[in-house]
């Protein structure tokens, strides 16, 4: 019922202190000197192999993610599609997303403390196994004619604790995963093969939906997490944050997560800026299929039609950003959020073939968008601390996203999808006009 990064991804505490703007930002070049210390050496006996081809376990977890994300593309479309079959109601959809990134505001902080405590790879596995078994429980009412509205409010929540976790271990897990100077290709690559299961899904799980029923089509993704776990268990490296030398108490490393980010001035402008364009867009995908299927009476095939070209689109990007690697991540990001407000726009009324190919533009920057802003995070944050890090930025981004679906729910109830199209493009627009006023994001970049 997630993707597995989109914005997800995919979130104000630390943004709020004396200052929020530096006049002159380090950027990745000029991190404290701490960070680098704290990342220790890049290459030493037992690290993973400079090649990514031949490097066993990311090819393991590249498979078994990638097969992962086939069935998330496919619930990412199918569940609205079936809440609004079962209710009728944009609201209702609006509660669906609410519990579906709640976890993150709740559990998201101590979720960054355990994966830099625990193992990574076996809380990627045993999240992977808990969401096989509450995913599947929304077939099965469905094909025993049980409450399935009921059942989706009662294991969305759940569904997504789990998923907040493994979030956690698997952003922390990159580095230990491919080393620390392959992590900007890997994210790329991992974009990439996500991007191929959300090109084949929302297409396949349209026509699912419209054949099949979307309760039936929603099976497929339990499989995938299953998948998934079995693929974990053949990984060797155990993928664990180095040992500490003194205990610490979960409260403490919680706070030493937030107190990172809080001093990194470029890491949390750009954080702030990543974080409000997560919340005006965290009901999009609901408003799309509200404005497509009810507004425009277009069905549920054009649906799957206008996100698989957004996933196309995020194919594209990501394959440019392996290649590419841009390094101005603030500009990448100011243009992303020029370009999916336009994008939003010119999906209002045009006729399906333009409305694919907006889909696919703003696709292309999404994924540059995405990689750039998890490169950059991941490369100013000490492998001590990936974990902690990575929910403190969760827990704002994706933790305040219940605003955006609550608030998107309500208006498609108030003023019809149109009016609430049009609503998210403009607001788009303004943020990234206010944000591009920041010296701390236009400067954010990768060091050459």
Same mark, same amino acid.
């Given at each position: 019922?997630?993707?597995?990064?989109?914005?997800?991804?995919?979130?104000?505490?630390?943004?709020?202190?004396?200052?929020?703007?530096?006049?002159?930002?380090?950027?990745?070049?000029?991190?404290?000197?701490?960070?680098?210390?704290?990342?220790?050496?890049?290459?030493?006996?037992?690290?993973?192999?400079?090649?990514?081809?031949?490097?066993?376990?990311?090819?393991?977890?590249?498979?078994?993610?990638?097969?992962?994300?086939?069935?998330?593309?496919?619930?990412?479309?199918?569940?609205?599609?079936?809440?609004?079959?079962?209710?009728?109601?944009?609201?209702?959809?609006?509660?669906?997303?609410?519990?579906?990134?709640?976890?993150?505001?709740?559990?998201?902080?101590?979720?960054?403390?355990?994966?830099?405590?625990?193992?990574?790879?076996?809380?990627?596995?045993?999240?992977?196994?808990?969401?096989?078994?509450?995913?599947?429980?929304?077939?099965?009412?469905?094909?025993?004619?049980?409450?399935?509205?009921?059942?989706?409010?009662?294991?969305?929540?759940?569904?997504?604790?789990?998923?907040?976790?493994?979030?956690?271990?698997?952003?922390?897990?990159?580095?230990?995963?491919?080393?620390?100077?392959?992590?900007?290709?890997?994210?790329?690559?991992?974009?990439?093969?996500?991007?191929?299961?959300?090109?084949?899904?929302?297409?396949?799980?349209?026509?699912?939906?419209?054949?099949?029923?979307?309760?039936?089509?929603?099976?497929?993704?339990?499989?995938?997490?299953?998948?998934?776990?079995?693929?974990?268990?053949?990984?060797?490296?155990?993928?664990?944050?180095?040992?500490?030398?003194?205990?610490?108490?979960?409260?403490?490393?919680?706070?030493?997560?937030?107190?990172?980010?809080?001093?990194?001035?470029?890491?949390?402008?750009?954080?702030?800026?990543?974080?409000?364009?997560?919340?005006?867009?965290?009901?999009?995908?609901?408003?799309?299929?509200?404005?497509?299927?009810?507004?425009?009476?277009?069905?549920?095939?054009?649906?799957?039609?206008?996100?698989?070209?957004?996933?196309? /689109?995020?194919?594209?990007?990501?394959? @440019?950003? =392996?290649? %590419? *690697?841009?390094? +101005? $991540? !603030?500009?990448?990001?100011?243009?992303?959020?020029?370009?999916?407000?336009?994008?939003?726009?010119?999906?209002?009324?045009?006729?399906?073939?333009?409305?694919?190919?907006?889909?696919?533009?703003?696709?292309?920057?999404?994924?540059?968008?995405?990689?750039?802003?998890?490169?950059?995070?991941?490369?100013?944050?000490?492998?001590?601390?990936?974990?902690?890090?990575?929910?403190?930025?969760?827990?704002?981004?994706? /933790?305040?996203?219940?605003?955006?679906? @609550?608030? =998107?729910? %309500? *208006?498609?109830? +108030? $003023? !019809?999808?149109?009016?609430?199209?049009?609503?998210?493009?403009?607001?788009?627009?303004?943020?990234?006009?206010?944000?591009?006023?920041?010296?701390?994001?236009?400067?954010?970049?990768?060091?050459?």
């Amino acid at each position: 019922m997630t993707a597995p990064s989109k914005p997800s991804a995919p979130p104000a505490g630390p943004l709020g202190h004396a200052s929020d703007v530096d006049p002159s930002p380090p950027g990745l070049e000029e991190t404290p000197p701490r960070l680098d210390d704290a990342a220790g050496p890049r290459r030493e006996d037992g690290a993973p192999p400079t090649e990514l081809r031949r490097n066993r376990d990311f090819l393991i977890v590249l498979v078994g993610q990638g097969i992962s994300s086939l069935g998330d593309a496919i619930t990412n479309t199918a569940l609205p599609i079936l809440v609004l079959l079962l209710t009728g109601s944009g609201f209702a959809m609006g509660v669906v997303g609410v519990l579906t990134t709640l976890p993150d505001l709740i559990i998201g902080l101590p979720a960054g403390a355990f994966a830099d405590r625990w193992d990574r790879r076996k809380m990627m596995l045993w999240s992977d196994a808990g969401r096989a078994i509450l995913t599947a429980a929304v077939p099965i009412s469905v094909a025993v004619g049980g409450p399935t509205m009921a059942v989706i409010l009662l294991i969305t929540f759940p569904l997504n604790v789990l998923r907040v976790l493994w979030l956690a271990a698997y952003t922390a897990a990159v580095p230990g995963l491919v080393g620390r100077d392959q992590v900007p290709r890997a994210n790329a690559i991992f974009e990439a093969v996500f991007n191929v299961g959300w090109v084949v899904g929302p297409a396949l799980a349209g026509l699912l939906a419209a054949t099949i029923g979307p309760g039936a089509t929603i099976a497929i993704d339990a499989l995938t997490f299953a998948v998934s776990a079995l693929a974990l268990l053949l990984v060797r490296r155990p993928l664990r944050a180095e040992a500490r030398a003194e205990p610490t108490h979960i409260l403490e490393d919680v706070r030493e997560g937030i107190r990172f980010v809080a001093h990194q001035p470029t890491l949390r402008a750009v954080l702030a800026l990543w974080t409000t364009v997560s919340v005006i867009t965290a009901g999009f995908t609901s408003v799309l299929i509200y404005y497509v299927t009810v507004d425009r009476g277009l069905g549920e095939a054009v649906v799957g039609v206008v996100l698989s070209a957004f996933a196309m /689109g995020s194919l594209t990007g990501s394959i @440019l950003a =392996a290649r %590419l *690697a841009p390094k +101005a $991540v !603030g500009r990448v990001m100011l243009g992303g959020a020029f370009a999916f407000g336009m994008a939003t726009l010119l999906l209002i009324g045009t006729p399906v073939p333009v409305m694919v190919a907006a889909a696919f533009g703003a696709g292309v920057i999404n994924a540059n968008v995405l990689v750039a802003y998890i490169s950059l995070r991941t490369m100013l944050s000490p492998d001590a601390l990936l974990g902690r890090v990575g929910a403190t930025a969760r827990t704002l981004s994706i /933790g305040l996203s219940p605003i955006g679906s @609550l608030s =998107a729910g %309500l *208006a498609l109830d +108030a $003023v !019809g999808g149109t009016a609430t199209m049009v609503a998210i493009g403009s607001l788009l627009l303004l943020v990234g006009g206010g944000f591009a006023l920041r010296p701390a994001v236009r400067r954010a970049r990768l060091a050459a």
